[in-house]
């Protein structure tokens, strides 16, 4: 038998289970107060573990949580995440990841997310023996190689849907994200640069180039002018930096976009040292 082991995004679990047992009490003079049950929310909470073991036959899981004070992106961009600053949270959320680290011994590293913990348990060539599958809501983890589920995605038979993304469909998502920027997560990508247009670019990647000239005729006759001019590379980072740099930025902004959109993999992170090593563009493979 196949040792499955299960790498489970409990920032989602603790969400979902939160969510899920909140309610709205409205008094005789209108008043409005949610309110919530602490045992609903930790039945919930089992209900999903156990749900998921039983799904997958699993012979092991981790629970990861985000570290709940610092966070590494906010170095590179301090507005990472602050548009989420005014949103209001359920109210067992943080009991209930309390619940999870003292029952299924869910745990945090110092200043990352739960993302990029799993990202590197999920690439370290030697943690885990047999499959290793994420369980999370985060379209974000399209950008790391591996197998995925979406929580509580069944096929019409009732069996869990798992997504296999290869290296490059990882890398082909993560520039993806580097053009079109996250505006869940609060931070803005290439200008002008939409993702239908994002798409365009990785399936024909063009490198522009800028072409200084004058205005010949009209009004501006006379005016300097400058054209982009487009031609095919298969250099997908000079593709991104020269379309920023037509957005009126250039690779310092390209870049760090990339590395906030980046979840860490084993490679990009020392365990002893608590040290991240971010990411550059020489680790994107050519197709």
């Not at 409005?32 to 092991?60: C, K, M, W, Y």
């Not at 680290?101 to 990202?119: I, M, N, Q, T």
């Not at 379309?243 to 390209?254: L, T, V």
Request: hydrophobic letters at 35%.
């Amino acid at each position: 038998m196949t040792e499955v082991t299960l790498l489970i995004d409990g920032d989602v679990v603790a969400f979902t289970a939160a969510s899920a047992v909140q309610k709205i009490h409205e008094d005789e003079f209108g008043f409005v107060t949610p309110f919530a049950n602490r045992r609903e929310g930790e039945a919930v909470v089992d209900n999903i573990i156990i749900g998921l073991e039983q799904l997958f036959s699993a012979t092991h899981y981790r629970i990861v949580l985000t570290d709940p004070v610092e966070n590494w992106r906010r170095g590179l961009y301090a507005a990472y995440k602050s548009n989420r600053k005014d949103t209001a949270r359920p109210l067992l959320l943080d009991k209930l990841k309390d619940y999870m680290r003292e029952k299924y011994a869910a745990f945090h590293w110092p200043s990352l997310e739960a993302d990029d913990v799993l990202g590197i348990l999920n690439t370290e060539p030697q943690d885990f023996p047999g499959k290793r599958i994420l369980v999370g809501k985060d379209k974000d983890y399209r950008t790391l190689p591996g197998s995925y589920h979406v929580l509580k995605e069944l096929d019409p038979r009732g069996k869990p849907v798992v997504w296999e993304t290869t290296a490059w469909e990882a890398q082909r998502f993560h520039l993806f994200q580097t053009l079109t920027g996250d505006a869940v997560d609060g931070y803005p990508g290439c200008p002008g640069i939409g993702k239908t247009r994002a798409e365009e670019l990785l399936n024909n990647p063009v490198r522009l180039t800028p072409q200084e000239g004058v205005i010949t005729r009209g009004v501006n006759k006379g005016n300097s002018t400058t054209k982009w001019v487009s031609e095919p590379t298969r250099d997908l980072w000079a593709m991104v930096v020269s379309h920023y740099r037509k957005g009126g930025q250039g690779e310092a902004e390209a870049l760090v976009t990339a590395r906030l959109a980046h979840i860490l993999q084993h490679e990009d992170y020392d365990r002893e040292t608590q040290s991240i090593t971010l990411w550059t563009p020489d680790q994107i493979r050519q197709s």
